[in-house]
């Protein structure tokens, strides 16, 4: 019996096998214990002597099972840990990396350029009123040069905003001279869409007031600016045009050298001027004088990078997107 216990434990193939084994042999019923059992049934001078044998023969099954337990158990862990293993000198998985949008950096290098010269950089509310949108920007109701922003109402009265203009009355409001200010911010229009327009474009607007702050003071401010964004001395002009906001006012332009024609050409960005007494008068201001200019980002992108239509900055198409990764 000894040898069947002591076969039957090194031929169990798993734990569930081997507890079977012990029931089999160590069980209340086992045979080894039954044996047990029929120590008293025996002759008093046999029963020492096989007390001593049944015992050790328990003794034996007893530890085999637990040396197969333990086998056991160290192959099924060993076999587990094969099959989970990680190699850590394995590359990781790539992820795919994602980069900023063209426009994002042309903004991004605006506004350092203008925090660099002592701008604040301030945001407004793409969902305006027509009091700021126009009014206070004087352009009443009915006022022609409202024709040229048209634009998208909503049903309860208020608009998306035509320009970013409206935060340079949003601002005054909140704020006292002197200060320098530069707004960047999506704008829309009700406009047919073609390959330099769109319904929704990125302007940057400036505005500066102050206690004597000249036309000249304007001229520098743009100087500046084209200097910082196409290389020093580069030339500017402004040439004289409407908006109901500003008197005098004008549009300016930056003469560059075209880097895909290489020829040189003025290249038209926005508008400026000197801001109307009407809209210092609508904010409160007193005694102060102050210049504005405001232009469509995307032209200032559009054209050195040599992208043909406005359009593709909205598509979402990789292709297109992928060319201007870190360009600046
Ligand atoms: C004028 C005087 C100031 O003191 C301050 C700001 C301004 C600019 C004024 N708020 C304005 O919006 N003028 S604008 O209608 O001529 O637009 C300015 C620039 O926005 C344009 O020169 C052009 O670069 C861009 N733009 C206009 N409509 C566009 C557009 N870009 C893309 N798609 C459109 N539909």
Known sequence: M???????????????????????????????????????????????????????????????????????????????????????????????????????????????????????VAVGPELETDHYNFESLNFPAEHPARDEQDTFWTTDGRLLRTHTSPMQVRYMETHRPPFKVVVPGKVFRNEAVDATHEAQFHQLEALVVGERITMADLKGAIDE????????????????????????????????????TGRQEWLELGGCGMVHPNVFEAVGYEGVTGFAFGFG?????????????????????LRVLRQFRGAL
């Open 225 to 260: 600016m084209a200097s910082a964004l196409f290389g020093a001395g580069t030339r500017t002009r402004l040439q004289p045009t409407f908006f109901p906001f500003v008197e005098p006012g004008a549009e300016f332009a930056i003469y560059w050298t075209h880097p895909r």
């Open 2 to 120: 000894l040898e069947d216990a002591l076969g039957a434990v090194s031929a169990a193939a798993d734990l569930q096998e081997l507890q079977e084994v012990r029931v089999r042999y160590l069980g209340k019923k086992g045979l080894l214990t039954q044996q047990l059992k029929g120590l008293g049934a025996l002759p008093p001078d046999e029963r020492r002597e096989a007390g001593r044998v049944i015992n050790e023969h328990k003794a034996a099954v007893e530890e085999a099972i637990r040396e197969r337990r333990a086998a056991l158990e160290r192959a099924a862990l060993d076999e587990q840990l094969a099959r989970e293993a990680v190699d850590v000198t394995l590359p990781g998985t790539q992820l795919p990396q994602g980069g900023l949008h063209l426009l994002t950096m042309v903004t991004h290098r605006l506004l350092d350029v203008f925090t660099a010269l002592g701008y604040e």
């Open 297 to 317: 980002i995307e032209r200032l992108a559009l054209v050195p990078y040599g992208i043909p239509d406005i359009r593709s900055f909205y598509q979402g198409d």
